[in-house]
């Protein structure tokens, strides 16, 4: 029976190289996974298999149809080459491990289940991460009347102007699916934000909205958790303090993979975007509630500073977080225990526990006040 196994391998594996790459078996999504202690580079089958794309592509290589070509080093190279050359053999090694699946032929060591593998992050790290503010109609206002948010939704449908787009920390904010997300020290106002990342493929500098999807990779799930405690007084008088309240550890989740543009479709027909604490839903979206589209985020973006493979633009988020009042009547923030999901169709959930930090040792005086010392309890 083994040596069955092997011969159909084999006559799978001598295939035309060029017969193999003109279409694609079934679709794919790419991802970074802890495999025997380190990052490695992974093709997601079926949202449930992992195929080590090194050890793929080794054995891939061993059968003198397929030329040599080198495998990334980690997903922003994968991502700058893969309309260069890369996509052709992904396609390839997919094909051949579809049809081994089709065959029922037994996988090889190099290919895992998901659940035996730890996710992590799919881009570590994003050069730039890039948010988009308020960026749908039902964010506007969550805390005023329904006549005052009606007013308010009427205005920015009447004065769009341009995104307002923030900058997000990468390496430290930016955590994997099942990573925690750290209430810090002090902090009782963290909220939640579901969006939509799309991964930038090629560099763009003053890209047009109507050529934005080309410059684009693909698309991932993404959170913007946010500290609404707001800066301590005193010093000087801001009005916010979009450090504070975007930049924390563990507030980028991003994941739980990448989906290739070609097999997800233009997020602007088809997107729909959901959050829930528990059992509980939070938000619900489709992009026809967005304010500027995605491509509009780009070409803004991009007309302000250079956009580099493997960088990230987010959408915005809906209404439905935390801070806002309309949904459940009352404020209502993260606490430790609970549990956030994020799911946008076509892509995957992404699920991170939530845990509140320890007091942190051998402060300095200038950290951040815990928000008791200037605001009243909730």
Same mark, same amino acid.
């Given at each position: 029976m083994k040596n069955a196994l092997m011969a159909g391998i084999c006559s799978l594996l001598i295939l035309p190289a060029a017969a193999l790459a003109q279409d694609i078996a079934e679709p794919f999504k790419v991802g970074t996974f802890e495999i025997n202690g380190s990052p490695e580079v992974g093709i997601v089958l079926r949202d449930s298999i992992i195929l080590d794309l090194d050890h793929a592509n080794t054995a891939l290589e061993k059968h003198a149809t397929y030329p040599a070509v080198p495998m990334p080093a980690d997903m922003i190279e994968l991502i700058e080459r893969y309309d260069y050359g890369l996509k052709r053999r992904l396609y390839e090694i997919v094909n051949v491990h579809a049809d081994w699946r089709a065959n029922g032929m037994e996988w090889p060591a190099y290919v895992h289940d998901v659940d035996d593998v730890r996710t992590l992050p799919p881009i570590m790290y994003p050069g730039k991460i890039l948010n988009a503010a308020v960026n749908f109609y039902s964010h506007v206002n969550e805390s005023g009347s329904e006549e005052e948010r009606r007013e308010a939704r009427r205005l920015r449908r009447e004065e769009r102007g341009v995104p307002y787009l923030f900058l997000k920390p990468s390496r430290g904010a930016?955590?994997?699916? @099942?990573?925690?997300?750290?209430?810090?020290? @002090?902090?009782?106002?963290?909220?939640?934000?579901?969006?939509?990342?799309?991964?930038?493929?090629?560099?763009?500098?003053?890209?047009?909205?109507?050529?934005?999807?080309?410059?684009?990779?693909?698309?991932?799930?993404?959170?913007?958790?946010?500290?609404?405690?707001?800066?301590?007084?005193?010093?000087?008088?801001?009005?916010?303090?979009?450090?504070?309240?975007?930049?924390?550890?563990?507030?980028?989740?991003?994941?739980?993979?990448?989906?290739?543009?070609?097999?997800? @479709?233009?997020p602007m027909e088809i997107l729909s975007q959901s959050l829930s604490v528990g059992e509980e839903q939070m938000q619900e979206a489709t992009a026809g509630d967005m304010i500027h589209s995605l491509w509009e985020l780009i070409e803004y973006g991009s007309s302000i500073i250079t956009l580099y493979p493997g960088d990230v633009i987010n959408n915005g988020t809906s209404g439905g977080v935390g801070m806002g009042t309309v949904v459940r009547g009352a404020q209502r923030f993260l606490q430790s225990g609970e549990v956030v999901s994020a799911t946008i169709n076509g892509i995957g959930t992404l699920t991170l526990p939530v845990v509140g930090e320890d007091q942190p040792e051998g402060l300095t005086g200038a950290e951040l006040s815990p928000v008791d010392t200037y605001r009243d309890p909730l």
């Open positions: 930016v955590v994997g699916n @099942g990573a925690k997300i750290v209430i810090p020290y @002090g902090r009782n106002r963290t909220d939640w934000e579901v969006e939509l990342g799309a991964v930038i493929g090629r560099t763009a500098k003053y890209v047009s909205a109507d050529d934005a999807e080309t410059h684009v990779f693909g698309y991932m799930v993404t959170m913007d958790i946010s500290d609404r405690g707001g800066r301590p007084p005193g010093g000087a008088r801001f009005t916010s303090d979009w450090f504070v309240g975007k930049g924390h550890d563990t507030f980028a989740p991003q994941g739980p993979w990448i989906v290739p543009k070609e097999f997800y @479709g233009n």
